[in-house]
């Protein structure tokens, strides 16, 4: 069965190493001593923990989808033009116009249209669509 490090377990969960040692001795995820004395989580169990997690940013219970991008804009699509694979998302949040690529297949997941509200997350040279 395999285990893993604090510092592994926090790079497959996308969170700091602090955040898996809270998170353990909160009782949330279970870790053990290997034979040196090294803080341990077992596979199997960080597997579940991982599983539990994505059903609570499912359920929105992780205060919506999990992200590092700090500057939101929400507005509502004013225009979309859509291909065979990508779309052109255009946003209108107040005064501010965003436009952004994404794929066909976001398109499709948010359920995007003229009208529909969104947040615009953007990162350095990215921006991210969400639906609000």
Do not use: C
């Not at 694979?85 to 297949?105: F, M, N």
């Amino acid at each position: 069965m395999p285990s893993y490090s604090i510092g592994q377990a926090a790079r497959l969960l996308r969170v700091s190493p602090e955040t898996v040692r809270r998170w353990a001795d909160r009782g949330r995820l279970p870790m053990g001593r290997d034979g040196s004395g090294n803080r341990v989580i077992d596979g199997v169990g960080l597997a579940r923990f991982a599983r539990e997690r994505a059903v609570e940013d499912e359920r929105g219970t992780g205060g919506g989808p999990p992200t590092s991008v700090r500057n939101a804009f929400t507005g509502i699509v004013t225009a979309l033009t859509v291909d065979d694979v990508v779309a052109q998302v255009e946003i209108q949040s107040g005064p501010h116009r965003v436009v952004s690529l994404v794929t066909r297949e976001a398109v499709d997941e948010l359920d995007l249209a003229v009208g529909v509200t969104v947040t615009a997350r953007v990162k350095s040279t990215s921006v991210h669509v969400d639906r609000s």
